[in-house]
């Protein structure tokens, strides 16, 4: 059972970066396909950036293309997820999630993970 656990996030001015890390325990790292997500007040949980089983590509949701960076580190079994250029709509509670079997087509799908973490609050005031 792949455990999650994720550090970062907080209060920043627009403009700024922040880190957020993912780490996992309990399975095998590189056979989970691993995703960012957010929800953001009075919205749904969104896609943000994630990649399938056995990485490759990562992708992006279209707002955050250039300005967020998805990496992981195998030996450390972290994922992590850059944010530069914040801007008060990346403002939300921030989760890593983890697919076993994702089916292709689902990346972007919440309903497609069945681990996540226990989400971090990112807030960029306007």
């Known amino acids: 059972q792949l455990h999650l656990v994720q550090s970062g996030g907080g209060l920043v001015q627009t403009g700024d970066s922040l880190r957020l890390s993912c780490a996992a325990s309990?399975?095998?790292?590189?056979?989970?396909?691993m995703a960012w997500f957010r929800q953001s007040p009075g919205k749904e949980r969104e896609f943000v950036a994630g990649?399938?089983?056995?990485?490759?590509?990562?992708y992006y949701e279209d707002s955050v293309k250039g300005r967020f960076s998805m990496y992981r580190d195998n030996v450390k079994n972290m994922v992590y997820l850059q944010m530069n250029s914040l801007l008060p709509e990346d403002t939300g509670v921030y989760y890593c999630?983890?697919?076993?079997?994702?089916?292709?087509?689902?990346?972007?799908?919440?309903?497609?993970?069945?681990?996540w973490g226990q989400g971090t609050q990112v807030t960029v005031p306007s």
């Open positions: 999630a983890a697919s076993s079997s994702l089916i292709l087509g689902t990346l972007r799908s919440r309903g497609s993970y069945g681990y």
């Open positions: 309990g399975g095998t790292f590189r056979r989970y396909a």
């Open positions: 990649y399938r089983q056995n990485g490759g590509t990562i």
